[in-house]
C-alpha cells in the first residue's frame, strides 16, 4: 500500500563525520537546555561546550533560532513515525476526519511539552514557524480524503494550520502554560477536535 511522504525537515545523506558532529551538538544541546534554560543556549556557548570550532556550529545551525530548529526537528522524527506507520488513529488505517482529529491532538500535546524549544525556534526571517508547513501537507492530505463539496482545500489546510499550531507558539505566554499544562492542553484538545467536526460536518 502507497503511502503519503510526510517528512520533517528530512535532509539529503551526509558524511559520517557530519552526523557524529550533529548528534554530539544536539546532545549537548539538550543538556545545556536542561541544566541552563533556553536563554543561555548560544552558538558560542554550545560551540565552548561541545568542544568543536565556533565554523563547525555556525555551518551546522546558521542562527540561534537554528539550533532550536534542529531539536525541535529531532524530536518530531518519533511523531513522524507514528503518522506514517503507527496505529490508527494517528496512523493509517482509521476514517480521515478521525486520523485529522488525532494529529490535532498529538501536535498540540507535542508543541505544550516542547514548548521553550518551539518559542525559540522561531526566527523572523521564516515565513512560517518551523514544522508547520509539514503540519499543513498532512492536513491537506487529509483534507482531499473527506468529501466537503467545493472547499478550497489549499487556503482550508493552510487556516486549520494556523488555528493548531498559531496559538501554542505565538498567543500563550510560557507563564500560562507552565502553571496550567495539563488544563490548558486538555483545552487544546477538546478545542481542535470540536474544529475539525465542525469544519467538516456533511
Not at 168 to 195: G, H, I, P
Amino acid at each position: 500500500m502507497n503511502r503519503p511522504v510526510v517528512t520533517w525537515g528530512a535532509s539529503p545523506p551526509e558524511r559520517a563525520d557530519a552526523t557524529r558532529n550533529r548528534q554530539h551538538l544536539l546532545a549537548t544541546a539538550r543538556e545545556m537546555l536542561s541544566e541552563l534554560g533556553p536563554d543561555r543556549l548560544t552558538m558560542d556557548a554550545l560551540a565552548e561546550r561541545s568542544g568543536l570550532g565556533k565554523g563547525t556550529v555556525y555551518r551546522r545551525f546558521r542562527t540561534r533560532a537554528g539550533i532550536f530548529q534542529a531539536l525541535l526537528d529531532d524530536g518530531e522524527r518519533t511523531l513522524q513515525e507514528q503518522v506514517l506507520a503507527g496505529p490508527p488513529p494517528l496512523g493509517p488505517g482509521a476514517p480521515s476526519v478521525e486520523r485529522l482529529i488525532a494529529y490535532g491532538q498529538a501536535r498540540v500535546r507535542f508543541l505544550v511539552e516542547h514548548r521553550e524549544i518551539a518559542r525559540a525556534a522561531l526566527d523572523g526571517r521564516q515565513p512560517v514557524p518551523a514544522g508547520s508547513q509539514t503540519s499543513q501537507t498532512h492536513i491537506r492530505m487529509l483534507l482531499t480524503q473527506i468529501d466537503l463539496g467545493p472547499a478550497d482545500l489549499a487556503l482550508l489546510a493552510i487556516q486549520l494550520t494556523a488555528a493548531l499550531e498559531g496559538p501554542l507558539l505565538l498567543y500563550m505566554s510560557t507563564a500560562e502554560l507552565s502553571s496550567t499544562k495539563v488544563q490548558v492542553e486538555e483545552r487544546l484538545v477538546r478545542t481542535w477536535q470540536d474544529l475539525v467536526r465542525r469544519v467538516c460536518r456533511p
